[in-house]
């Protein structure tokens, strides 16, 4: 971890303020929770996501509906693509996300998850919303028709969002 040169008080409620640099750099929302550890002598602050508990398991579940229809699914947690080497993606998108949105395109056009990668198709993003919090999103692309497009991925969501029920 890269020192920033930036110092900081604790106020007397034990609490620190972390700069508007950092959280915009990290993408720190208001509202977001963290998961605190020690690790040696350091506290480690984290962005704690909900997803992650069952990360493999939803992984195991994308794969199994990439494998029956062919489509390119994407799980993106905290603006990295979970299950394509912990990609970050591109702002614009993340962005996007963000807006907490249904977000479809039916014409068939390159989607740039970042400079790396770039999938062509037709595409929806579906972001995964359980109790009010933005957990993550489903990037589902392909050359089907965007009805069946639809279906699968609405199906998909369902089943990922049954695992915080």
């Known amino acids: 971890m890269k020192p920033t040169g930036i110092v900081r008080k604790i106020d007397e409620l034990g609490r620190i303020v972390l700069p508007k640099e950092l959280r915009k750099c990290l993408n720190i929302n208001t509202g977001d ?4 550890r020690l690790e040696d002598e350091k506290i480690i ?3 704690y996501s909900y997803l992650k508990n069952y990360e493999q398991e939803i992984i195991s579940i994308i794969n199994c509906f990439i494998s029956e229809t062919s489509y390119d699914i994407s799980l993106v947690i905290n603006s990295k693509i979970i299950n394509k080497n912990n990609e970050v993606i591109d702002p614009k998108l993340d962005r996007l996300i963000q807006e907490r949105k249904i977000f479809e ?5 390159e989607l740039h998850l970042n400079d790396n990668l770039i999938i062509e198709g037709r595409y929806i993003i579906l972001p995964i919303v359980v109790n009010s919090d933005l957990l993550g999103s489903l990037i589902v692309v392909s050359k089907d028709n965007i009805i069946n497009i639809e279906k699968t991925s609405k199906l998909l969501l369902k089943l990922i969002k049954s695992k915080f029920e």
């Open 45 to 47: 602050l984290e962005k």
């Open 105 to 109: 395109c039916k014409n068939i056009e």
């Open 33 to 36: 929770d963290f998961q605190i």
